[in-house]
């Protein structure tokens, strides 16, 4: 008998709760703060549905646009490679690629050669002088 009473007190609880609740639902309904949040809410759909709008107008020019530079990359390339030898003369990249290497005493292709073949010689010496002291 004690869990229905106590039941019954939680249900009238509620109730009164509720009624409270709608009771103030009611009155802010018709004031000044409903109203403004209300626009708040719709523009913050209308200006999400204009982005979307938008963004998909722009995404198709930027996908046009890519398609178009991916078509014409290679002859684009073509013409930068000419204008730079056209002013700045042929293999100049590679050339200053090179002396910026020799500037800075950065070792080169041929270097490491030598130095490999150096290393190889010492091994082999070193593997000499193991053999004749076993």
Not at 33 to 41: G, K, N, S
Not at 81 to 97: A, D, I, P, T, V
Not at 117 to 134: G, R
Request: no cysteine.
């Amino acid at each position: 008998m004690d869990a229905n009473k106590e039941e019954k007190k939680v249900e009238k609880k509620v109730e009164k709760v509720e009624e409270k609740v709608e009771k103030v639902g009611e009155e802010i309904e018709g004031s000044e703060l409903h109203d403004a949040v209300r626009r708040l809410v719709l523009a913050g759909i209308g200006a999400v549905s204009i982005f979307h709008e938008e963004l998909g107008k722009h995404i198709d020019k930027f996908v046009e646009r890519g398609e178009s530079v991916e078509k014409n990359r290679d002859a684009m390339m073509q013409k930068m490679r000419e204008r730079r030898e056209k002013y700045l003369g042929k293999g100049f990249g590679s050339r200053r690629f090179t002396e910026a290497l020799e500037q800075h005493q950065a070792p080169i292709k041929v270097d490491i050669s030598n130095l490999n073949k150096k290393v190889s010689s010492l091994e082999k010496k070193v593997d000499e002088l193991t053999k004749s002291k076993a």
